[in-house]
Structure formats: structure tokens, C-alpha cells
DNA sequence: TCTTTTTTATGCTATTCAACATGTTTTTGT
DNA sequence: ACAAAAACATGTTGAATAGCATAAAAAAGA
């Protein structure tokens, strides 16, 4: 798990840069002395629900799906991280165990920081404390608006502003068109609240009616005002 | 709306004693130089979705809803406040306007501070600062689990929550079987995503099964196991 | 108190979506 | 390269729930 070469550590240190500009000199050493780099194949967990949290997570590279397994068998996307981001603190500060589960869509590289430390930096710390009630508080609000998405909009609706998310969130390829994550069916569902099969039934539809164009996992946004339309209306 | 009678003061100040508690002597002076009391009939609108958020609420007295418009004239109710909780302050640390309403159930008094003032006490008071970062972490894990719930649950099972959580949040009368608020069908609807039939048709159903007994919207919980089963499993 | 409006109640219908079944294609592991 | 497993595709059916209509009851206002 552990990892210092000094050109990793680097690439750490310049993905956490903005928590860094807040911390004093000392602060800045001491991080660099409890840093821990670790890298996650494509579907492996990088912590479960129940679990006690002790590290903060920031992902250097790759994508992390952060869910909640729910009734028969569902599971609900609830966060989809993209680097540089932060994760995997919320439960620490909440004096909860992980209420959430963490897995990567693709290979990933995480920097991990003991999230006690974090918090003693943040009884010293006003500029840090107030950036993570930023960050929490942002996170209410998008969590509220997914509640009222995921529970009104159609199951067109709901697919429809998954792609939009992934693509504003993740990107497009080099086509201008194709969105740079490679989602499976199961996981799109899961993001949309909806079974695999309706994502793949959806995905079809969308394809026939040239909004999209589908080859395997790729997919291709073709009328992306079409699909922003039928995120708002349906 | 600015009423400081000394009764009024002290009742204010001795609800905000967990904030006090961390503050420094001067700081608790300028708070009750800074306290406002405002009260609200039924009904009666707190704060609306748009607005540019300036005041930091704590409820003394009353019930209060915030909820979300979604689509098509529906309506989330997102979160329930009761006395003595503190409200309307998460889109001022996101810098966002209000992303949410927030009205009284019934006749509530609510005690307001501007929320720049207690935004420049966590610069210099880290306590308070980890209060918020608690208070916003717990609420995100809710709203998650809410997410869950309410796509995941059956129409029975999000309803029998929905009591529950009325039960639990508010209490009971001395009868300790009737709910100490009375909602309307369409709130219970709003806190339940479902429609306001729903709602009536899935209360008259519990009524007929004697798991509740309805008298207009006094609703008494008969056989409480029942519904925690029915609130688990449905 | 009387009228008007809102809320509650209940039945019927239409729609959405989940469940299941089956076959095909793709991916994974050896 | 091949077998096994997983993911994808598509059709059919049925259950859950929204929408609408109507009427009774309750609450709010004048």
C-alpha cells in the first residue's frame, strides 16, 4: 500500500494542493509524512458499509463510484467521484461507521491521509474547517436534488441526465462526442433507479431515435439538446 | 419581527445553549445583540427556493417543513425541523441561494442570527466550526438514506416510515399511541413520495388492518411492530 | 350561521415499470 | 484458443401506482 518514491509523492502532493495552500509549513511536512498512495483494479472495493473510516480519500487518477446497497439486491449510485476529488471523510466527521460503499469503475490511484489527522489541522485551522462545511454542504443540496430526480422524473428522464452527468462530470472523448467513461448497463441502472434491463431497453430506444449512438459500452451522444430536453420534461 | 422582552431573550438564548456553550463571553454578547425572534402562523412561509440566504435559523417553538417543488406541481418534503434544531443556514457556507423552502406545519417561533456573523465566529472558534461539519455530515447520510428509501421502498413501507419517523421526531400525545402532529394527507404524500390518494387509500388500509386508527388527522399508532415490519420489509 | 373552499374518501382506468424468460454477444480466466 | 461466465438484448406479462372523477366531510371565511 505504501508508495514514496518522490515522483509519485509529488503528484500526490500537487492533487491535494488545494488542501496543502491551507496548511501551515509544519502541516505540509506532517502530511507528506502520513501520506499513503494506493491503486485499485477495475471493481475492487476500496471500503465497505459498516466499515469504521479512518483515512480521507482524494482519487489521483482514474473513477470511483460511491453507492448504497439497498433492498433485494438494488444498489443506488449516490456520488460518482473524478480526480481531483475528496471522499470517504463524511462518516469520520459524523462519528458514524461508512454508511456508503466505494469501488472503482476503472483502475484508480487514491492518496490516503488518517482522517484523525485532518481533524486535529482542523481544530487549528479555520480556512480548512470552513472549506469541508463547504463541501458538505454542496453535498446536501445535490443529494436533495437527486431524491427529487431519481423519485419524479420517467425512467427517460432519469437515464437521459445520467449521460448528461457523465458527461459534464467525466467528459468526452476526442470525437467531441463519445463519453470518456466506459459504464456497464448494471451501473448506468444504478445511477438511474432503474432495473438493467429498462437501462438497456432505454439505451436502445435512444439509439433508434438517433439521440445516441451505442457500440458495446461506448457511447456516442448524437442530439445532445434532444437529451437535454427529455432530462428536463420526462 | 424583532421582539427581545427579556422572557422572550432568555428563552431564545437557552435555546441556542449549544452554540453558546462555544462561544467566547464576548461572542455570546454580540448573538443576543444580534438575535431576532419571529414568528409564523400555520402554514406560513420561512424562506423560499431562490432567495439569497442571510439568516441562520433555530426553532424554539413548533414544527417546520423544508421541501423541494419538483415536477409537475410535486412536492418532497425533505427534512422536518423541531424545536430546538437549527435550519436555513447550508446554502449560505455552499454560496448558493436557497435550494430549498421552508414553511411551519403550525404556528412556530423561530430565532434568527445573521449567518455572516456566525460564518466570521468559526473563523476564529473551531469548535463551532466541527459543530457544522457534524451537523452538515450527518445530514448528508440522511438524505442519502432517504434517497434509498424513498426509491427502493414500497408505497406501505415508505409510508409506515413516514410514521415512524413522525413518532419518533415529534413524539406522541398522553395517550402514548396518538402522533403529536397533525399532517395533512397531502404532506404525509409529500413526505412520502407518493400522491395525495395514495396516501388517504394506504392510510385507510393500515386503519382497516388495525395496524392505525384515523379520526380526521389525528392518527394513533395501534400496533407499532406491525408497522416497523411493514416499514422493513414493504 | 351560512356559504365557499379545502380536504378526505373511494372507485375506476391508464400508465409505468419491474420481473421473468430466452437467446445472443462479449468478456474473463485457464 | 477455448470454455465458462458475465453482460447485453428483447419480448411478454403482471403488479404497483399515478391520474382522474365524483361525492362526502371538514375547515375556513364572510
Same mark, same amino acid.
Given at each position: 500500500?505504501?508508495?514514496?518514491?518522490?515522483?509519485?509523492?509529488?503528484?500526490?502532493?500537487?492533487?491535494?494542493?488545494?488542501?496543502?495552500?491551507?496548511?501551515?509549513?509544519?502541516?505540509?511536512?506532517?502530511?507528506?509524512?502520513?501520506?499513503?498512495?494506493?491503486?485499485?483494479?477495475?471493481?475492487?472495493?476500496?471500503?465497505?458499509?459498516?466499515?469504521?473510516?479512518?483515512?480521507?480519500?482524494?482519487?489521483?487518477?482514474?473513477?470511483?463510484?460511491?453507492?448504497?446497497?439497498?433492498?433485494?439486491?438494488?444498489?443506488?449510485?449516490?456520488?460518482?467521484?473524478?480526480?481531483?476529488?475528496?471522499?470517504?471523510?463524511?462518516?469520520?466527521?459524523? *462519528?458514524?461507521?461508512?454508511?456508503? !460503499? =466505494?469501488? #472503482?469503475? +476503472?483502475?484508480?490511484?487514491?492518496?490516503?491521509?488518517?482522517?484523525?489527522?485532518?481533524?486535529?489541522?482542523?481544530?487549528?485551522?479555520?480556512?480548512?474547517?470552513?472549506?469541508?462545511?463547504?463541501?458538505?454542504?454542496?453535498?446536501?443540496?445535490?443529494?436533495?436534488?437527486?431524491?427529487?430526480?431519481?423519485?419524479?422524473?420517467?425512467?427517460?428522464?432519469?437515464?437521459?441526465?445520467?449521460?448528461?452527468?457523465?458527461?459534464?462530470?467525466?467528459?468526452?472523448?476526442?470525437?467531441?462526442?463519445?463519453?470518456?467513461?466506459?459504464?456497464?448497463?448494471?451501473?448506468?441502472?444504478?445511477?438511474?433507479?432503474?432495473?438493467?434491463? *429498462?437501462?438497456?431497453?432505454?439505451? !436502445? =430506444?435512444? #439509439?433508434? +431515435?438517433?439521440?445516441?449512438?451505442?457500440?458495446?459500452?461506448?457511447?456516442?451522444?448524437?442530439?445532445?439538446?434532444?437529451?437535454?430536453?427529455?432530462?428536463?420534461?420526462?
Amino acid at each position: 500500500m505504501r508508495k514514496k518514491d518522490s515522483a509519485v509523492l509529488t503528484n500526490a502532493v500537487n492533487s491535494l494542493k488545494d488542501i496543502m495552500q491551507m496548511l501551515t509549513p509544519e502541516q505540509q511536512e506532517e502530511l507528506k509524512d502520513n501520506l499513503y498512495i494506493q491503486h485499485f483494479k477495475k471493481n475492487e472495493t476500496l471500503y465497505r458499509e459498516g466499515e469504521v473510516p479512518e483515512m480521507f480519500h482524494c482519487l489521483i487518477s482514474g473513477k470511483v463510484k460511491v453507492y448504497k446497497d439497498g433492498i433485494g439486491g438494488r444498489t443506488q449510485i449516490v456520488r460518482v467521484i473524478k480526480p481531483v476529488e475528496y471522499f470517504g471523510y463524511r462518516a469520520y466527521f459524523a *462519528n458514524q461507521n461508512y454508511v456508503t !460503499s =466505494a469501488a #472503482a469503475f +476503472e483502475a484508480s490511484t487514491v492518496c490516503l491521509i488518517p482522517v484523525e489527522i485532518l481533524e486535529r489541522w482542523m481544530m487549528k485551522n479555520n480556512q480548512l474547517a470552513l472549506f469541508f462545511i463547504r463541501q458538505l454542504a454542496i453535498e446536501v443540496a445535490r443529494s436533495d436534488q437527486r431524491t427529487v430526480n431519481l423519485t419524479q422524473k420517467h425512467i427517460r428522464g432519469r437515464l437521459a441526465e445520467s449521460l448528461i452527468f457523465l458527461r459534464d462530470n467525466y467528459g468526452l472523448e476526442e470525437d467531441g462526442a463519445t463519453l470518456s467513461i466506459y459504464l456497464s448497463r448494471e451501473d448506468l441502472a444504478n445511477m438511474s433507479n432503474m432495473t438493467t434491463s *429498462n437501462a438497456i431497453r432505454t439505451l !436502445s =430506444a435512444f #439509439a433508434q +431515435e438517433k439521440i445516441i449512438a451505442i457500440d458495446g459500452k461506448k457511447i456516442k451522444i448524437i442530439d445532445g439538446d434532444n437529451l437535454e430536453r427529455i432530462n428536463k420534461i420526462g
